[in-house]
């Protein structure tokens, strides 16, 4: 599956049944709890990483990228939106763009 794939899936679920779906029911707990949960992913990565495991990093991995756009689909944020976002910062380095950062 693609992230766009993934994306799609995760904006279709916004609206259906809670009882239908573990997406639309994390949704519909608000975008506070898909906040928490995409944390509680990130922590689980990060344990992997330290671990060494390249198996259970990768499936963390993957666990991060769908509660990421789950949290971003709380807020309405797409994945068009973040594309953008990555494109606009491509002309400079990522040196540079940390430095234009409000402090």
């Known amino acids: 599956m693609t992230l766009a794939k993934l994306a799609q899936t995760i904006a279709d679920r ?6 239908s779906s573990w997406t639309a029911k994390l949704l519909a707990k608000g975008p506070e709890k898909c906040a928490e949960k995409f944390g509680e992913e990130a922590v689980e990565a990060i344990i992997e990483a ?10 963390e991995a993957a666990d991060v990228l769908y509660h990421l756009l ?4 709380a807020r309405d944020v797409t994945l ?14 990522g040196l540079a763009e940390k430095a234009q950062r409000p402090k």
């Open 14 to 19: 916004k609206t259906a049944d809670p009882d």
């Open 50 to 59: 330290v671990k060494g495991d390249r198996a259970r990093l990768t499936s």
């Open 70 to 73: 789950v949290m971003c689909a």
């Open 80 to 93: 068009a939106d973040i594309e953008a976002e990555l494109a606009a910062r491509e002309a400079q380095s």
